[in-house]
């Protein structure tokens, strides 16, 4: 039976950090990573991990003040954040592939398999 399980969000002011962890069993999977869903918008990518290797992919927004990194081994991705924004303030979610990290990294897809997301609020 395929799980991805999210944990560590909660609740921070503006410039605090938090970090997340997923943790994924069933397959070994290559690609892991974080998406993320605010009140009224579109679920978006936030950072990606390659499991095989150090590749990893970041969203714009977060470029600078996100760190995504992994143990391929144990089938985890962390998300430490920080510098947090309000605008940062979202449901969490994990994403988990079998398949590499590629150019499709970003499309959600890609992913056959999600956790139940962990929510982060940032106040300002």
């Known amino acids: 039976q395929v799980q991805v399980v999210e944990s560590g969000g909660g609740s921070v002011q503006a410039g605090g950090s938090l970090r997340l962890s997923c943790v994924a069993s069933?397959?070994?999977?290559?690609?892991m990573g974080w998406f993320r869903q605010a009140p009224g918008k579109e679920r978006e990518g936030v950072a990606v991990?390659?499991?095989?290797?150090?590749?990893?992919y970041y969203t714009d927004s977060v470029k600078g003040r996100f760190t995504v990194f992994q143990d391929g081994a144990k089938n985890t991705v962390y998300l430490q954040m920080n510098a947090l924004k309000p605008e940062d303030t979202a449901t969490y979610y994990c994403a988990a592939d079998v398949g590499a990290c590629r150019s499709t990294v970003w499309d959600q897809s890609k992913y056959a398999y999600w956790g139940q997301g962990t929510q982060v609020s940032v106040s300002s």
């Open positions: 991990a390659y499991t095989g290797g150090s590749a990893t």
């Open positions: 069933g397959y070994k999977f290559r690609c």
